[in-house]
């Protein structure tokens, strides 16, 4: 087993940004006078109808480096890369040859996660959008408005076959990704209901994480843990129950940082500091209090009067926001013990 790429990064919670697929001159500069240190590029949009390849996985790398970031992870490949797998469908197997190769294109081109996730329906919402406070206009889901009849893929599929799925997934990648040392960080399913288009959603609560890493305990697998999603599987005791137990484990790779309104079948998203969890400080804490060192990112945000697609204003309010968080904790908790 080789050592991962992500042992050689910083040992801090610090703030990142991501949720944008090219790595343009504008975005970094923007990124920069944030004061992030880290960036993650989501479904990036790199050549490849099958894999990504190293000269491209490498000049993006090189280029971020040039705005003093770094390229800490990549997020989502595009679904066809690996829909078949996911369903268990005839050509899963050539599907995951070319995953394989990415992973090793990734690891040669020194970048240290790739982001995953296992929802075949993908992430959904609910039109119109929400309106938040001043009218800023934010996502927003309700179980109810959608057919509950609606198959995406055709049939439905379970519990047993998505878990079954998974397993013959990871029992194949898991080890070029040790042999590499890129680690994978697994995303809740949102909206984390039971089931959506048919599809069974394993990664729906806290049981299906424990789970996964019972199953395959290793460094290079671990979670994206997504605090929105926790927030939208139930309370701020459910969000602290993850962290205290997976983050002293080294589970915890990285964080997306938003919260809701609502629960999983009907919920809205809202600023940095409204929502479900009422105090932000307190989960920035136990993260740190529970040996998380890694970063984190704001994830979505409310669009703002004048916002780009993107969202640079409610970015840079909530990028703001999580700094302070940060930065008052550490001088509070130096050593991250609060007793």
Not at 145 to 169: A, C, I, V
Not at 173 to 184: H, K, N, Q, R, Y
Not at 308 to 323: D, K
Request: charged share 25%; aromatic share 10%.
């Amino acid at each position: 087993m080789t050592a991962r790429l992500l042992d050689s990064m910083p040992k801090e919670i610090r703030i990142a940004l991501g949720q944008f697929r090219e790595p343009a001159a504008d975005m970094l500069t923007y990124i920069a006078q944030l004061g992030a240190q880290d960036i993650q590029l989501n479904t990036a949009s790199f050549p490849g109808e099958h894999q990504w390849e190293y000269e491209d996985l490498l000049a993006a790398r090189k280029k971020v480096e040039t705005y003093g970031l770094r390229l800490m992870s990549l997020e989502n490949v595009p679904q066809n890369f690996f829909t078949k797998v996911m369903l268990g469908l005839p050509g899963r197997d050539e599907e995951i040859a070319h995953m394989q190769n990415t992973i090793r294109n990734m690891g040669r081109a020194g970048i240290p996660i790739l982001g995953i996730h296992w929802m075949p329906s993908g992430v959904w919402s609910t039109e119109p959008r929400a309106k938040r406070r001043g009218g800023a206009d934010a996502r927003r889901f309700n179980l109810a408005e959608h057919p509950s009849d609606q198959l995406t893929h055709g049939r439905r599929f379970s519990d047993d076959e998505m878990w079954e799925n998974f397993k013959y997934y990871m029992e194949r990648i898991l080890p070029v990704a040790e042999e590499v040392g890129v680690t994978f960080a697994v995303h809740p399913d949102d909206p984390p209901v039971e089931s959506l288009g048919g599809i069974a959603r394993i990664f729906r609560n806290f049981d299906g994480f424990k789970r996964m890493t019972d199953t395959f305990d290793s460094p290079n697998l671990g979670l994206n843990y997504c605090i929105g999603c926790w927030s939208e599987m139930g309370s701020t005791e459910n969000v602290l129950r993850g962290i205290r137990y997976f983050a002293p484990r080294g589970k915890l790779i990285y964080i997306h940082f938003r919260d809701v309104e609502g629960e999983a079948d009907s919920f809205t998203e809202c600023f940095i500091n409204e929502g479900n969890l009422t105090d932000k400080f307190e989960i920035v804490k136990a993260l740190k209090e529970n040996g998380f060192n890694s970063f984190m990112i704001d994830d979505h945000v409310p669009n703002m009067i004048d916002d780009t697609r993107w969202g640079h204003r409610g970015r840079a309010y909530a990028i703001g926001y999580l700094t302070a968080l940060v930065d008052i904790m550490n001088k509070l908790y130096p050593n991250g013990n609060s007793h």
